[in-house]
């Protein structure tokens, strides 16, 4: 059985939930309340009944390393992510899609065809898009950098008014404005 630590935080957007394993490894981050995809997605790369989750409530001068970094980024260093470490379970073509994402730089996008190219796969674009989708390390690997070829917001599972905020918070000016929709969450 796999044993790693969750982390539940606030950030300026939301709270956020960051599982790290012994090693400091980023295994899962997600949005609070998103939190039953996120243990979904556990289950789907490790196996169900596999993974473990030690709730770490560590006082303030003892957070782990990837909250730092975190916090660091809400707070406006946009490259406190870049070192951070990142295990991940998955396909093959997934890791290699999230591998990807993780080469975006920051204030930066990029839409689905163009991540495909990058990888050597121009006719998968729906692949791509649906394994950005099933990234269980939101933000560290960025998904949220990939829009859609008219430079619209497409989806993001944290929510397009997240994904809006984490775009205009690395800097991204080229985007169309947010739809607001019945079910979107305010900005922060």
């Known amino acids: 059985m796999l044993q790693f630590r969750l982390e539940r935080f606030a950030t300026r957007v939301d709270q956020v939930l960051l599982v790290t394993d012994e090693q400091g490894r980023v295994r899962a981050l997600d949005f609070g309340d998103y939190e039953e995809r996120m243990l979904r997605l556990l289950r789907l790369h490790y196996g169900a009944g596999t993974v473990a989750l030690v709730e770490r409530q560590a006082p303030e001068h003892a957070k782990s390393a990837a909250r730092r970094a975190l916090e ?3 707070a406006g260093d946009l490259a406190a992510l870049d ?3 990142v295990e991940t379970g998955g396909t093959a073509f997934q890791r290699q899609v999230w591998a990807e994402l993780r080469k975006i730089p920051v204030g930066h996008t990029l839409h ?6 990058r990888i050597g796969r121009p006719t998968a674009a729906r692949a791509v898009g649906l394994a950005n989708g099933q990234n269980p390390v939101g933000i560290v690997v960025p998904c949220h950098r990939v829009i859609g070829s008219n ?3 497409t989806g ?3 929510g397009l008014a997240r994904k809006h905020w984490l775009l205009q918070h690395e800097g991204v000016s080229n985007l169309r404005p947010l739809q607001r929709a019945a079910s979107a969450r305010p900005t922060a």
């Open 72 to 74: 660091a980024y809400f």
């Open 83 to 85: 070192e951070l470490v």
């Open 151 to 153: 430079a619209s917001l």
């Open 112 to 117: 689905y065809g163009q991540l495909a190219e």
């Open 156 to 158: 993001y599972a944290g």
